[in-house]
Antibody
Framework: QVQLQESGPGLVKPSETLSLTCTVS??????????WSWIRQSPGKGLEWIGY???????NYNPSLKSRVTISVDRSKNQFSLRLNSMTAADTALYYC?????????????WGQGTLVTVSS | NFMLTQPHSVSESPGKTVTISCTRS????????VQWYQQRPGSSPTTVIY?????PSGVPDRFSGSIDSSSNSASLTISGLKTEDEADYYC?????????FGGGTKLTVL
């Protein structure tokens, strides 16, 4: 059973860059059968897809966030990471890392427990 | 870009059947698969339906999904409602550049 664990700072100052890491166990980010995504959920609100990465390093980002987002993969550590720059209060959210269903990029079948990120000075 | 619109909330009694709709604003609902996720308070979302009408292993057959091209919408139907079904439900689909979630529907089983 795949497990995903997000890690990173819980508090970020406005204008700074958020860096989060997702550590994968029970599976491999080097598998060609899966895509690895970041999704966030603002307090009391719905879900927003941020972007995904494939083991080759190919990425796709939400157009509304594309100018501020970078997702990378570290196959040696079995991790993938999110960087989101120019943070504002609107970026305060619970950030999830996810694994796609086998052979798809559009169905998220394993989710981490999420890590809460607050943007405040 | 497109949006997925869901009712904010629905409620029904135990043992009854409820249907949650998800309407796509532009582009055909049939052009890309629709997924449905259940999120209980304090928990991460889990998949109850993928690829319009497929159930992951472990999801009871009380959960079913469908699409209707005439209304450009997808539906999640839960029959034989149980109190444990009380949760938020999100539909999700995609296009060539984006993955989009509906705003979520709070299901109350009372």
């Amino acid at each position: 059973q795949v497990q995903l664990q997000e890690s990173g700072p819980g508090l970020v100052k406005p204008s700074e860059t958020l860096s989060l890491t997702c550590t994968v166990s029970g599976g491999s980010v080097s598998s060609g059968s899966y895509f690895w995504s970041w999704i966030r959920q603002s307090p009391g609100k719905g879900l927003e897809w941020i972007g995904y990465i494939y083991y080759t390093g190919n990425t796709n980002y939400n157009p509304s966030l594309k100018s501020r987002v970078t997702i990378s993969v570290d196959r040696s550590k079995n991790q993938f990471s999110l960087r989101l720059n120019s943070m504002t209060a609107a970026d305060t959210a619970l950030y999830y890392c996810t694994k796609s269903r086998w052979g798809t990029y559009y169905a998220f079948d394993f989710w981490g427990q999420g890590t809460l990120v607050t943007v405040s000075s | 870009n497109f949006m997925l619109t869901q009712p904010h909330s629905v409620s029904e009694s135990p043992g009854k059947t409820v249907t949650i709709s998800c309407t796509r604003s532009s582009g055909s609902i049939a052009s890309k698969f629709v997924q449905w996720y259940q999120q209980r308070p304090g928990s991460s979302p889990t998949t109850v339906i993928y690829e319009n009408n497929q159930r992951p292993s472990g999801v009871p057959d009380r959960f079913s999904g469908s699409i209707d091209s005439s209304s450009n919408s997808a539906s999640l139907t839960i029959s034989g409602l149980k109190t444990e079904d009380e949760a938020d439900y999100y539909c999700q689909s995609y296009d060539s550049s984006n993955q989009v979630f509906g705003g979520g529907t709070k299901l109350t089983v009372l």
